[in-house]
């Protein structure tokens, strides 16, 4: 398909620039996709939608003070470097931000003689590979000198990291937040779970698969970065007893609903294991996984506007936008909430 179907225009003051004082009273607009149907709410209302029995899927990894500055040796020109995944012990994909500069052999100083990296090798994209050298615990000094990874369209740190992570976080790895749990909080859960929904943790590692920008005139052309992703025993378990008693599993965002549809399309059940997924969902793929999506208000023509797309329709969706637009809801990773449930006609 072509990319521009999925081109909305957005006044740019509807970017959130910080989240909600208090999380669950976000904004919500509920969808149902069935009969296209709509509610204007907020996320504290997601209770009313919910039932004894449900599954709720969330993606517990945890952010990384990913973005790193440091100086090149022996310019001392700045370099700005983003972690994306660690490929061996202590050495790392990562994203550079003036990237032709950097070639194979480049040393950065970001802390001295606390952390530094040496280029190992080269890719594609600003893509490049660094061993780091660091004195003490890498996450520790991370924690030190390293900023939370927001995207590009928010114009300043958070004065308090954790708002930058979901209440639930705990496995760390990632260089992106999986922001449709951002509107939970602990005491929401607490009720969810006393309604009798059963709550199950999977973990996807965020990278450059979910904030890659498409840059090919047609969907069939875009290839996803892959990301790494791990369901367990347990989670494995619950979902297939959900399946077979035919109970929803809803999935808490884009990054949930890929790793839940990777794992169920190549196994044809959901089974326990550490792998990574590519998968590019876009309309016309058949959902097998998941029956209802928590998600936010996502980029024009970006790869979350199209798994969307793709769960309630390309139209419908344009015209639950334009509807979110009207409303001035907020966009974006601290923007405001969808609940989108029902079956398609």
């Not at 399946?243 to 549809?261: M, Q």
């Not at 190549?266 to 959902?287: H, L, M, N, Q, W």
Request: with cysteine; net charge neutral.
């Amino acid at each position: 398909m072509d990319v521009k179907l999925f081109d909305f225009s957005l006044p740019e003051e509807l970017i959130a620039q910080h989240p909600a004082t208090i999380r669950s009273e976000a904004r919500m607009l509920s969808i149902n996709r069935g009969d296209h149907s709509f509610q204007d709410e907020h996320f504290f209302d997601i209770i009313k939608y919910l039932k004894r029995g449900d599954v709720l899927v969330r993606n517990d990894t945890k952010v990384i003070p990913a973005r790193l500055f440091g100086i090149k040796i022996p310019t001392g020109a700045q370099v700005e470097v983003l972690l994306l995944r660690e490929t061996d012990k202590d050495t790392w994909e990562c994203l550079v931000g003036n990237s032709k500069t950097i070639k194979s052999g480049t040393e950065i100083v970001f802390k001295k003689d606390v952390l530094s990296a040496k280029c190992t090798s080269v890719g594609q994209e600003g893509l490049r590979h660094f061993h780091f050298v660091y004195r003490g615990v890498f996450l520790e000094v991370l924690d030190q000198i390293g900023l939370m990874p927001l995207p590009p369209y928010i114009k300043a740190q958070c004065e308090d990291n954790s708002r930058y992570q979901t209440v639930y976080a705990k496995a760390t790895g990632s260089s992106a937040a999986p922001t449709a749990g951002f509107h939970f909080t602990t005491e929401l859960l607490d009720k969810i779970e006393a309604m009798g929904v059963e709550i199950v943790d999977i973990t996807l590692h965020i990278g450059l698969g979910t904030f890659r920008p498409i840059k090919v005139a047609d969907t069939e052309d875009h290839i996803m970065h892959s990301e790494h992703f791990e369901i367990s025993e347990h989670a494995a378990a619950s979902l297939n007893r959900a399946r077979a008693d035919g109970r929803r599993v809803i999935a808490v965002g884009t990054t949930s609903t890929r790793t839940l549809e990777a794992v169920y399309r190549k196994y044809g059940r959901f089974v326990a294991c550490r792998e990574a997924t590519d998968i590019f969902i876009s309309p016309g793929y058949e959902f097998k996984a998941i029956d209802a999506l928590i998600t936010n208000f996502h980029l024009p023509k970006s790869t979350l506007i199209m798994l969307v797309s793709a769960f309630m329709g390309r139209e419908f969706t344009l015209k639950i936008y334009a509807h979110a637009i009207q409303q001035r809801y907020r966009f974006f990773s601290f923007g405001d909430a969808m609940f989108i449930y029902g079956k398609e006609d």
